[in-house]
């Protein structure tokens, strides 16, 4: 297997970080409301210290790298969702063209807590770096990350370059003897490697350091670029937004090729909103 080259060439580096202000306005009242009525909190609270006034429990991730919080947000509304397409429509003009996107947008809250079981190394260290490609999502996604909160260090998304990120999974896939169909299916595989081979998990933490955000910046990345959270030892919450997008001319060439039957999930209408932003 070759890694797949993701078309276009967005970035130099395969990310860009751009100010997008009014889309941290437009989705943070909606979450301070939704916190209000899913049961977290009795008032707003500024959402970097988010964790000091949640119950403890609220805290603790599972083994798919989920609290309490995040997961309670897989749950939306009409007016967040209303907010989403907002910040969507400003993405517009940067990606240029008519896209299809995320039908449902990704609320994560990085609070201070523990990393267990696999997200733990052998070592010690709680990371939780991968690429999406090793789920099976595809190479021709486009990742937008949007925080809601200023976060840096612990706290914020530890991220590689294109280049640092097909040497980490290039150095994972020779691992594997190049099987694509493992690969594909490969995260849990990636994990038990990183702490096998010490070599993989240096590559890792040397390649992805983290990338500090302004409340109001965005991030565009491909899937390429190795990224995650790694244990948040901070005293600073960190809550973000997260969806994936393809433009539609690369959208209609990913149909056309035979690895599109790889991804079923990633059709319009199902992890993909029926509509383009433009027929939304």
């Known amino acids: 297997m070759s890694l797949p080259l993701h078309h276009p060439h967005w970035f130099s ?3 860009k970080r ?12 909606q979450i301070q409301r939704l916190l209000i009525e899913k049961g977290f909190l009795r008032a707003p609270c500024p959402l970097a210290f988010l964790h000091r006034s949640v119950p403890q429990e609220a805290c603790v991730l599972d083994e798919n790298y989920l609290n309490a919080v995040t997961r309670a947000f897989y749950v939306q509304d009409a007016s967040l969702r209303s907010a989403y397409y907002d910040v969507l429509r400003a993405l517009r003009p940067l990606v240029g063209e008519d896209f299809v996107f995320q039908a449902v947008p990704i609320v994560r809250f990085h609070l201070p807590a523990r990393f267990p079981g696999k997200l733990r190394t052998a070592s010690g260290l709680g990371m939780q770096q991968h690429s999406d490609t090793l789920g099976g999502h595809p190479f021709e996604l486009l990742h937008v990350w949007l925080p809601l909160t200023d976060c840096n260090g612990s706290a914020a998304l530890h991220i590689s ?7 980490i999974l290039s150095h994972f896939l020779a691992n594997i003897g190049g099987d694509e169909a493992l690969y594909r299916r490969g995260l849990d595989a990636f994990f038990s490697e990183r702490d096998r081979d010490a070599e993989l998990q240096k590559k ?9 955000m302004k409340r109001g910046d965005v991030l565009l990345f491909e899937p390429r670029c190795v990224h995650g959270g790694v244990e948040n030892s901070s005293d600073c ?14 959208y209609d060439a990913f149909l056309a090729q035979p690895q599109a039957a790889l991804s079923p999930r990633f059709r319009r209408g199902e992890i993909f909103h029926s509509a383009t932003i433009d027929t939304l």
Request: one cysteine or more.
């Open 18 to 29: 751009v100010s997008l202000p009014g889309g941290a306005d437009a989705i943070e009242p």
């Open 161 to 167: 370059s294109r280049e640092d990120g097909i040497a």
């Open 13 to 15: 580096d395969g990310k």
């Open 204 to 212: 890792i933490v040397a390649g992805c350091p983290p990338c500090a």
């Open 237 to 250: 919450t960190r809550v973000s937004v997260d969806f994936r997008l393809m433009p539609c001319s690369v």
